[in-house]
């Protein structure tokens, strides 16, 4: 239902007999005979500077859309806020798969790569550090103590994911070669 039209001077409402209807930039409907009554670019409500418009079906759809309904209204723009929603939901979860699908990737690459190190720090000798009789790590927090106590390192042979039946044994590794070994 469109909402009803009426003079703001007079409150006279359209009819087939009475004159034209005429909008204002101020936001005012003064009819004909009211408006002849005012000062040219001048409203007669407000008494501001306006420039006006005739109303009719020729009317601009931006000054028409005034006087449409609001359930007019809702129903047009509603159907318009479903298309623009399913639109942007289609989107999110576009992006959502694709952010998903990459952490997928990233989580391989780094479950990879901590297998890489894991294996290359079982291949590597230890680190020998030496210790000055006078240092000791609660005065110098950078000595590094070593893994273990007689300086050898430990690296189990064994998979992280492997089951019982395949368990092995760790194995010392001796970095340095003994005089008795040839080598």
Known sequence: MAIRIFCNACFCE???????????SCGHVICELCFQKGKKDECLICRTPCRT???????????QSLFVGI?????????????????????RKHLL??????????????????QQLHQIQCMKPPQQTTQLPFASASRNPLSIPSRRPNGYSSCSLQPSHSSTSETME??????????MRKV
């Open 170 to 179: 760790s194995m010392e590794i001796d970095p340095v070669p003994s005089p």
């Open 14 to 24: 359209p009819r087939r007999a009475t004159p034209r209807f005429i909008f204002t």
């Open 97 to 114: 798969a694709y952010h998903r699908e990459k952490r997928v990737k990233l989580e391989e690459s780094l479950r990879k790569a901590r």
């Open 71 to 91: 359930d007019t209204l809702c129903k047009k723009y509603s159907k318009e806020i479903t298309q623009i929603s399913e639109f942007q939901e289609k989107n």
């Open 53 to 63: 418009v005739f109303l009719s079906k020729e009317t601009n759809t931006e000054i």
